[in-house]
């Protein structure tokens, strides 16, 4: 018991603020998360409970949810309950019982934190749960990612007893008398965790008796090596990501110079969502202007390199109505001022009896024509921007400035209209400000 409540304890001094801190603690009912509780209560930290009832188990789900909250009245804990049906989700999409279940409690517990000011959501997860995750990842094929355990820590969600074995748990349950609920579910064979629970542990505890130990000194190890690797690859990535603007770009030839090229490849883009690295493979030999989205991120095929975009929130079609006098500053910081003088200090300066006003800043659209200052003649916008090297960023970043006759007056930052140029007859100006 002592072994328990003081490592316990090391895990929750491992956060900032512990007093001043508002926990969420998941509770089930069952044996680990009633210890969690009762762990809580003795730190006297402030905390409430959250149990999801998921109706799977019939009268037992509601009798779990009635332990659940005739404990918290008991120890004078908020409460907090939902029911679930978890099989009416599982029809809106592939999901099956368990990752049904699983969606359906994290968003219930972001929104309970969101609306109750927690700073934490805590979980029961212990070392045992850290060696099924492990074999079902090993069984997956996984990565160091998946080799590494259940961590302390991610985000806003913290696992307190993730390096305390089962047998502890049980022991300090029994010494303390804490009275739980049994999921009898976790007997059968249904699911994979459950036969590796029931089937493989036991055996490898069979095979070597220190194995559960073992397991743990070597999560820590792999751990270290993962530090050691992120490490290595965040030093990679400094010298081969180049910012430009808001983007990076990466050159094609030196991504396939790195060995282990595909394990290169996931250690440089994962961690903006690209996942696949025979996705990012055949990017590279892809047509100009090729690209794959992750959720966040663009990554676009520009002639010898690779472009990573943050994902744009801005409509193709949407416009902004730019006044004389007034600074904008979405979708860019642009400011307008009529004179009859010639600002020499300004960005771009036209004629204004030339414009039909108001103007107004849109994206480029199909068939856009532009006669481009210090050219003859007119020049299609498509055509310019190929001349100019622009990259499908650069494109989709341009904002052009037209007037009420939806003319192109200039390309902003780049190019005016030859058309609104001033001339040796200008009399009326139009200075143009980009801040």
């Not at 009633?34 to 402030?46: A, G, S, W």
């Not at 430009?244 to 060995?259: F, M, P």
């Not at 690209?274 to 989205?293: Q, V, W």
């Not at 800043?361 to 299609?380: E, H, N, Q, Y």
Request: charged share 30%; glycine share 4%.
């Amino acid at each position: 018991m002592e072994f328990l409540l003081s490592e316990f304890k090391n895990n929750i001094n491992r956060l900032s603020k512990i007093s001043q801190s508002k926990f969420l603690i998941a509770v089930s009912g069952g044996i680990d998360s009633m210890v969690l509780c009762d762990l809580f209560l003795k730190l006297k930290l402030n905390f409430s409970v959250a149990h999801c009832n998921f109706q799977l188990r019939g009268n037992d789900s509601d009798l779990d949810e009635e332990f659940v909250r005739n404990y918290c009245i008991q120890n004078q804990i908020k409460f907090h309950s939902k029911t679930f049906n978890v099989k009416e989700y599982k029809q809106s999409g592939n999901h099956s019982t368990q990752m049904a279940a699983r969606d359906l409690r994290y968003a219930w517990f972001k929104k309970l934190m969101q609306e109750n000011q927690f700073n934490l959501l805590v979980t029961a997860h212990h070392l045992n749960d850290s060696l099924e995750t492990f074999l079902i990842n090993l069984s997956r094929g996984s990565g160091i990612n998946g080799l590494t355990g259940i961590q302390f820590q991610q985000n806003e969600i913290i696992r307190p007893l993730y390096n305390i074995s089962k047998k502890s748990i049980l022991e300090y349950a029994g010494l303390n008398q804490i009275r739980w609920r049994e999921d009898v579910s976790n007997a059968t064979d249904d699911y994979i965790r459950n036969k590796i629970r029931n089937q493989i542990v036991p055996v490898l505890n069979e095979i070597h008796p220190e194995f559960l130990a073992n397991f743990s000194k070597s999560i820590q190890i792999l751990k270290d090596e993962k530090t050691i690797i992120q490490n290595q690859f965040e030093n990679l990535s400094d010298e081969l990501f180049i910012s430009a603007k808001n983007n990076y770009s990466v050159s094609i030839q030196k991504l396939k110079e790195l060995q282990p090229f595909n394990s290169s490849l996931f250690h440089l883009f994962s961690k903006f969502g690209f996942m696949h690295p025979l996705e990012i493979e055949r990017l590279m030999d892809a047509n100009e202007g090729s690209e794959i989205n992750s959720n966040e991120y663009r990554l676009i095929k520009n002639r010898g390199e690779l472009i990573l975009s943050r994902q744009t929130k801005i409509k193709e079609s949407e416009e902004f109505i730019v006044e004389d006098g007034k600074l904008i500053q979405k979708p860019l910081n642009l400011r307008l001022s009529k004179s009859e003088v010639r600002d020499f200090s300004a960005s771009e300066t036209l004629d204004v009896e030339k414009i039909s006003f108001p103007l107004r800043l849109r994206k480029a659209k199909t068939g856009d024509v532009f006669f481009p200052f210090g050219m003859r003649g007119s020049k299609k916008l498509s055509k310019f921007f190929k001349d100019e090297k622009f990259s499908k960023i650069d494109k989709e970043d341009s904002w052009l400035l037209v007037d009420d006759e939806d003319r192109i007056v200039y390309v902003t930052g780049i190019r005016i209209d030859d058309r609104f140029k001033i001339t040796e007859n200008t009399h009326k100006f139009l200075n143009i400000y980009l801040c």
